[in-house]
């Protein structure tokens, strides 16, 4: 078994993230954190989120935190990420949830280079799932 990324803090929190020494998992991992006792998300809501990402290993390139704002989005309707749409559909809301997304469910080869995401790369997340409507 692979050993995820630690996570800091609870659910609201800016969390910081500390990787393992061995190399990220090449499937998705979901591990909850904070388990959420709201509603559970169905593909095809709104669900609004707080997170964190950051290359597995490297740097963060995007946080909600940050900007003091909620993120909305459909969710499980392929208008983000694959990782996400399979990682945050069936949480509940609530909920503080990691995800290691492996770059086919990412980026893919393309990366994102305006964000610092090379192609092939790993990325990790720590999104509170605030809402879902």
Do not use: C, N
């Not at 669900?47 to 290359?55: N, P, S, T």
């Not at 963060?60 to 990782?83: L, N, W």
């Not at 305006?114 to 879902?132: C, E, N, Y």
Request: proline content about 8%; overall charge negative; aromatic content about 8%.
């Amino acid at each position: 078994m692979t050993t995820l990324p630690q996570a800091s803090g609870g659910f609201g929190d800016k969390p910081t993230l500390a990787f393992p020494p061995t190399g990220a998992p090449g499937d998705l991992q979901v591990q909850v954190l904070v388990p959420g006792s709201g509603p559970v998300v169905q593909a095809g809501q709104e669900i609004e989120v707080h997170y964190l990402g950051q290359v597995w290993g490297g740097s963060v390139f995007d946080t909600s935190y940050d900007r003091g704002e909620t993120v909305k989005f459909p969710i499980g309707v392929r208008q983000v990420i694959a990782g996400w749409d399979q990682g945050l559909v069936g949480q509940q809301v609530g909920t503080r949830v990691l995800l290691s997304i492996p770059s086919h469910l990412g980026y893919g080869d393309r990366g994102m280079p305006a964000a610092g995401i090379r192609g092939g790369d790993t990325l990790v997340f720590v999104v509170d799932i605030v809402d879902a409507r």
